[in-house]
């Protein structure tokens, strides 16, 4: 079993930054894809960015795409989502997630574990 721990999350202005961290436990992954989600209130969750473990391609939604910057850190089992000039349409709960394989995972029901959330608040 593998578990999922996010911690960054806060209330920040818009243009602001936050960075959102995600350790894993339970198992050392050897070849998997981790990714970030979010989902804002009354709205359906939606794919933010993605990473490959062991080829290393990284991948955005058009939304995000060239102001957040997904990496990750193997040695200590953790993904991170650096987030930067901040928008209250980033408003949302941001979930981790893992997939046991390696492809550019899109979809929720692609991948197989998923952290609580964190909170992340913009105000204009």
């Known amino acids: 079993q593998v578990q999922l721990v996010e911690s960054g999350g806060g209330l920040v202005q818009a243009g602001g930054s936050l960075r959102l961290s995600c350790l894993a436990s339970g198992r050392t992954f050897t070849a998997n894809t981790m990714g970030w989600f979010r989902q804002a209130p009354g709205q359906e969750r939606e794919f933010v960015a993605g990473?490959?473990?062991?080829?290393?391609?990284?991948y955005y939604a058009d939304s995000v795409k060239g102001r957040f910057t997904i990496s990750r850190d193997n040695a200590k089992n953790a993904v991170y989502l650096q987030m930067n000039n901040l928008k209250p349409e980033d408003t949302a709960v941001y979930y981790c997630?893992?997939?046991?394989?390696?492809?550019?995972?899109?979809?929720?029901?692609?991948?197989?574990?998923w952290g609580q959330g964190t909170q992340v608040t913009v105000s204009s």
């Open positions: 990473v490959t473990w062991t080829t290393i391609i990284t």
């Open positions: 997630a893992a997939a046991d394989r390696v492809w550019q995972l899109r979809r929720q029901n692609d991948y197989d574990y």
